[in-house]
């Protein structure tokens, strides 16, 4: 398998880890959508990472659809419960850190343009849908070692993911203030080799 990712890239950074967590292995393969020469349009249409080139040529795009293949592999340990309603909860986890990851970006994107270009209603609105989203997981944290169950699934992974891009992006949002179940999680995640392996560089 060749995973194509930006190492910056959140979304590229989920599988990176889930890759990490299960021993499978691959070939990484460095581009942004960002550079003038990237070659990711080839291979996704949407021209996003990450995406993930099976050795038979089939292309899987969207780190959700990804991370449902690799659960399609066998490969130990499971990260999404087998089926039922455990399965929804795991992946509604997955979809609020996407969403804060979503909110993230956009505002971290806009803070970027021009001071003359840029929409701080824009931003008020995104900072508004993070902090929305972390009081919820807090509540859904707090007593718990993990979100969903009694072990890390795929819903603790993308919210730590979630967590670290705040951290890089947008520091200036404090997430840790008054959030004590999320830094707790935050702090189990972030010394797992899976995540020190992936930490973004700062630029």
């Known amino acids: 398998m060749k995973l194509l990712a930006s190492l910056t890239s959140p979304y590229a950074r989920k599988i990176r880890i889930l890759l990490a967590e299960k021993q499978l292995p691959f070939e990484l393969v ?62 509604q986890t997955e979809a609020l850190a996407d969403g804060i990851l979503d909110a993230a970006v956009g505002a971290y994107l806009e803070g970027r343009r021009p001071d003359a270009q840029q929409s701080s209603v824009s931003i008020a609105r995104q900072f508004d849908k993070i902090r929305r989203s972390l009081d919820e997981l807090e509540k859904r944290a707090s007593g718990h070692t993990w979100l969903d169950g009694d072990a890390m699934q795929l819903g603790d992974i993308t919210v730590g993911v979630a967590l670290g891009y705040l951290d890089l992006r947008l520091p200036q949002l404090d997430w840790h203030t008054d959030r004590p179940a999320l830094t707790a999680l935050a702090e189990r995640l972030f010394t797992r080799p899976s995540f020190v392996a992936t930490i973004p560089p700062a630029g």
């Open 30 to 91: 460095v581009d942004s959508p960002w550079e003038a020469n990237t070659r990711v349009p080839e291979v996704n249409p949407l021209g996003k990472v990450p995406a993930l080139v099976l050795d038979s040529g089939e292309v899987f795009f969207d780190s959700p659809v990804i991370a449902g293949y690799l659960e399609t592999l066998d490969a130990h340990p499971s990260l999404l419960p087998p089926g039922g309603i455990e399965r929804v909860r795991v992946r």
